[in-house]
C-alpha cells in the first residue's frame, strides 16, 4: 500500500469521531485535505467547522461545508466537539510535532479549543523521539536572528523557510538537528522567547487519540 493510500484510509477513519450537530475543528496539510473530501459526504449532518488555515476554509467552502470564524463558534458552543489534523512525527507518549505546512499557530488555538484531538497519520510518522523533522516555530520577523541564536544555543540549526509567509504575517524558522527528549519542557522553553509566536512542539496539546495508517490497515493508538 502506498503511502498515499494509508493516509486515504485514516481520512475515513476519522469521520467515526465527528458527533452529528456540532462543530467541528479542521487542520491543515495532505491527509487533512483528505478528510476534508471525505467529510463532505456528511457535511449535512455537521453544524460547521473551523479552519486551521486559509488553505482549509477555502477547500471546506469549496465543498459547501460551512466554515465559521473561531471567535464566533466559541460564542455558539464552550468547545469544538472534536480537532482532526495530522502531523509530521508523533512519538509513543502522543506528543507530535507540526506545522509542515506552516499552520502550526492556527492548529495549536484549534486544537486548544476542542474537547479532544483526534490525529490522522501514516505510520512512517512514528518516532521514538520527535526532533527528526525540522522543527517549525512561528516568529515575528523583527525576532528572526534573536530566535535563531536561542535555536543555536540549544544545538539546533536554524534555516528561514524561504518564500513563506504565514497566515498571520510572519516568517517560519526550521530548526533541524534537535533531540527533543522533553517536548513539554522544549516547548515551553521556546515560546518563552520574545518574538516567538509558537513553535510546532503539540506537548501541550498532544493528540488524544491517533490513528495511524499502516500496510494492514487503520490502527488506534
Ligand atoms: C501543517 C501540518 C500537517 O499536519 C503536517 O505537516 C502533516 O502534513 P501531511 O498530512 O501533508 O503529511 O502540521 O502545518
Known amino acids: 500500500m502506498t503511502q498515499d493510500e494509508m493516509k486515504q484510509r485514516v481520512a475515513e477513519a476519522a469521520l467515526e469521531y465527528v458527533e452529528a ?42 465543498h459547501g461545508i460551512p466554515v465559521l470564524d473561531l471567535n464566533d463558534a466559541l460564542a455558539e458552543v464552550e468547545r469544538l466537539s472534536v480537532y482532526v489534523d ?24 484549534t486544537a486548544a479549543a476542542s474537547r479532544r484531538f483526534v490525529c490522522i497519520v501514516d505510520e512512517t510518522k512514528r518516532v521514538e523521539h520527535l526532533g527528526g523533522f525540522p ?20 544545538g539546533g540549526e536554524p534555516a528561514l523557510r524561504e518564500g513563506f ?24 522553553e521556546l515560546n518563552s522567547v520574545p518574538g516567538v509566536v509558537t513553535n510546532g512542539i503539540f506537548a501541550h496539546q498532544k493528540a488524544d487519540i491517533i490513528l495511524m495508517g499502516t500496510a494492514s490497515g487503520v490502527e488506534r493508538l
Not at 495530522?86 to 488555538?109: M, Q, S, V, W, Y
Request: zero cysteines.
Open 165 to 188: 509567509t504565514t497566515d498571520n504575517g510572519n516568517i517560519i524558522l526550521d530548526v533541524h538537528g534537535l533531540v527533543i527528549r522533553d517536548p513539554l519542557a522544549l516547548e515551553d
Open 86 to 109: 495530522g502531523a509530521d512525527e508523533f512519538d509513543p507518549g502522543r506528543n507530535l510535532t507540526k506545522g509542515g505546512g506552516g499552520a502550526l499557530t492556527r492548529e495549536k488555538i
Open 21 to 62: 450537530g456540532t462543530i467541528i475543528g479542521v487542520g491543515t496539510g495532505s491527509t487533512a485535505n483528505k478528510f476534508i473530501d471525505a467529510l463532505a459526504g456528511i457535511k449535512d449532518s455537521i453544524r460547521g467547522t473551523v479552519a486551521s488555515s486559509e488553505a482549509t476554509a477555502e477547500r471546506l467552502r469549496g
Open 135 to 154: 522543527l517549525p516555530i512561528e516568529v515575528i520577523p523583527m525576532a528572526r536572528e534573536l530566535v535563531a541564536a536561542k535555536a543555536r544555543g540549544l
